[in-house]
């Protein structure tokens, strides 16, 4: 097989290109975006959603924040025993939980910090806003993104640990 | 034939009013052509995109939409500018454009002037553009402007002669400077005894026909010869410092000389306006001929804007090594082998 010069190679990597393109059975490489939905890999960072039961408001979360985006206020309370004829425990009420995703740099340190699986990643990504002000999502909203957080993937067989479960 | 048409006599003064109203509304048209055709869709498709999709039908008003776009801009000028160059310079290049479209035959009658020497009147104005981008450059009071002003004027001086010589080839075959003579001389010609087709001078002027490509890619300043304008290295170039309207010059410009170089190309090497089996003296041609010259200047362009979309960028250095050291020698040669097949045949 002669060989083929690399300029006369180019050329037909572009036209086969084009000709691939406007197949009907190929097509763009390119997602019509508003139109047609791109979708994200199921572990995909799109935003991250907070299971507020599970809050113990310890500020671990707000504290690594590298971009101090996460607010968190709380105060004491008492709930009631576990067991009948037990003392009163000490809760902490969580008042307010906020993720300013103006601030958020969708690292994911919050997300691995946290002790008490409170938070989660969800692969939604269509949250932007006209106002910059309204991307502070407090945690009636962060609690509504874990409807769209997926399940875990089961771990490979053999291993010690258990598959982690999203809580509902 | 042609009294059918021009039976109503016209003055000279109606005449050139007619001629100039068609020269002013194609010169835009033909840029809008290729800037939507091959700018957004040609290069999408080629970069596995599907280009412009919401202006119009499959997004074929972007183009307009844009230049409504650049119609709102601020126009600004620089502080220390050279007002009156600055100013003049988009007219220029633009009017350099314009002047090309003068000797473009579209028919038997449909050419605005058949000068004697049309090919020669093309390639002299359209070198006027350099004076515009140098004037653009060296006005605007920016080292970038500047330097791409100057690269372009090196680059177009170096590849107007292989450009000019590519052109020799085919006018000595024809024995004609007028574009309308050229056409006919493809139109009466024959391959080798058949003389169904006429000849094409791209079959004899092969080697002429690929100077002339190579050459008119690097007198758009198109890549892979787009050094003048280069993002990455001068920012655009000589038209860093122009907004809105003037820049819509420099564009308008760039693509209607693409228009007018492959509609020369296609009219050197591919036959123009003439069609096989119509006879070019007919009123038909007068009809057909622009339908076929504007099919033929597609696949012309094709190719420019091919050659652009798959090329990257040449260092300055081999550009000018590629221009004087291969381009004028294989001209040359081209120009002697014709010139001793024509007066030995």
Partial sequence: ?168 | MNELVLAIELAFWQQTLIKVLVAAVLVPTTALIFGIVFLFKVMSWMQSRMGPQEAGPRGLLQLLADGAKFLQKEDIIPDKADRFVFKAAPVVVLASTFLIYVILPAGPDLIISDLPTGIFFAMAVSSLSVIGVLMAGWSSSNKYALMGGLRAGGQLIAYELPLILAVVGVVIQAGSLSMQDIVLAQANGSMLGFSGVGLPFLITQILGFGIFMVAIQAELTQPPFDMPVAESEVVGGFHVEYTGFRFLFFFLAEFATAFAFAAIAATLFLGGWYVPGIDPDSMLANVVGPIALFVKIMVVAFLIFWFRFTYPRFREDQLQRFAWKYLIPLALVNITITGALVVAL
């Fill in chain 1, 1 to 168: 097989m002669p060989k083929v010069p690399g300029m006369v190679k180019g050329l037909g990597v572009t036209f086969r290109t084009m000709v691939e393109t406007l197949k009907p059975s190929g097509g763009p490489a390119t997602v019509q975006y508003p139109h047609e939905k791109e979708e994200p890999a199921a572990r995909a960072r799109g935003v991250i959603a907070l299971h507020e039961e599970n809050c113990t408001s310890c500020m671990l979360c707000s504290r690594e924040c590298p971009d101090w985006c996460i607010y968190i206020e709380a105060h004491k309370t008492l709930a009631p025993p576990r067991r009948a004829g037990g003392k009163p425990r000490q809760v902490n009420k969580l008042d307010r939980f906020a993720i300013d995703y103006s601030l958020c740099m969708y690292c994911g340190i919050c997300v691995e910090v946290c002790p008490f699986d409170a938070l989660f990643w969800s692969p939604e990504y269509e949250f932007s806003e006209v106002s910059i002000a309204d991307l502070l999502h407090e945690k009636q909203r962060l609690g509504e993104w874990m409807d769209t957080v997926p399940e875990f993937e089961p771990y490979e067989a053999g291993s010690e640990a258990k598959g982690r479960k999203v809580p509902r």
